[in-house]
T-cell receptor
Framework: GENVEQHPSTLSVQEGDSAVIKCTYSDSASNYFPWYKQELGKGPQLIIDIRSNVGEKKDQRIAVTLNKTAKHFSLHITETQPEDSAVYFCAASRWTGNQFYFGTGTSLTVIP | SAVISQKPSRDICQRGTSLTIQCQVDSQVTMMFWYRQQPGQSLTLIATANQGSEATYESGFVIDKFPISRPNLTFSTLTVSNMSPEDSSIYLC??????????FGDGTRLSIL
């Protein structure tokens, strides 16, 4: 089965700085990679996703990059704000309706 | 995206008892999933629940412990049976329709005494 590794497990940045979270996966058949943000007491919320036919996708301050050859993908948050503080999970799947394999999560703290 | 409601949002239960968690969606969805998230951990899939068929359980989860119902395209329940302290977790349902990504409810926070 798929194995998704995520680093770092915790990340602290100053407000306004950038944050980068990295994930690797093992199944070369995976072709869908979503990122979820989980705030305290809430369920995971989809913030951005990317499919294998695209190398990069951006949505305002958030971007995701994918390197299929190396089997890794990354989340980039620019101009971080205190409300970005949360736990972020990456995931990999063969398609959106199939099982998602989640990374172990990154607890991001943005220091005002 | 679909609006997903889970009930109860939290509960404290005695060991040996059972609790049924409900997941209601505001639109019809083909696939519903149940996950467990242990404290400070990632999400682990318990089972996939499709309407009209038996739930498909992942390795390490069995129907006797986690029976699931899916009576229609907007509703599912997960029962946690004969609970022990090790069952203390957040239980999350998610839904998926068509080519859209999975969306999650806010979860049920379960503590077993």
């Amino acid at each position: 089965g798929e194995n998704v590794e995520q680093h770092p497990s915790t990340l602290s940045v100053q407000e306004g700085d950038s944050a980068v979270i990295k994930c690797t996966y093992s199944d070369s058949a995976s072709n869908y990679f979503p990122w979820y943000k989980q705030e305290l007491g809430k369920g995971p919320q989809l913030i951005i996703d990317i499919r294998s036919n695209v190398g990069e996708k951006k949505d305002q301050r958030i971007a995701v990059t994918l390197n299929k050859t190396a089997k890794h993908f990354s989340l980039h948050i620019t101009e971080t704000q205190p409300e970005d503080s949360a736990v972020y999970f990456c995931a990999a799947s063969r398609w959106t309706g199939n099982q998602f394999y989640f990374g172990t999560g990154t607890s991001l703290t943005v220091i005002p | 995206s679909a609006v997903i409601s889970q009930k109860p949002s939290r509960d404290i239960c005695q060991r040996g008892t059972s609790l049924t968690i409900q997941c209601q969606v505001d639109s019809q969805v083909t696939m519903m999933f149940w996950y467990r998230q242990q404290p400070g951990q990632s999400l682990t899939l318990i089972a996939t629940a499709n309407q009209g068929s038996e739930a498909t359980y992942e390795s390490g989860f069995v129907i006797d412990k986690f029976p699931i119902s899916r009576p229609n395209l907007t509703f599912s329940t997960l029962t946690v049976s004969n609970m022990s302290p090790e069952d203390s977790s957040i239980y999350l349902c998610s839904v998926q329709q068509g080519g859209q990504p999975q969306h999650f409810g806010d979860g049920t926070r379960l503590s077993i005494l």
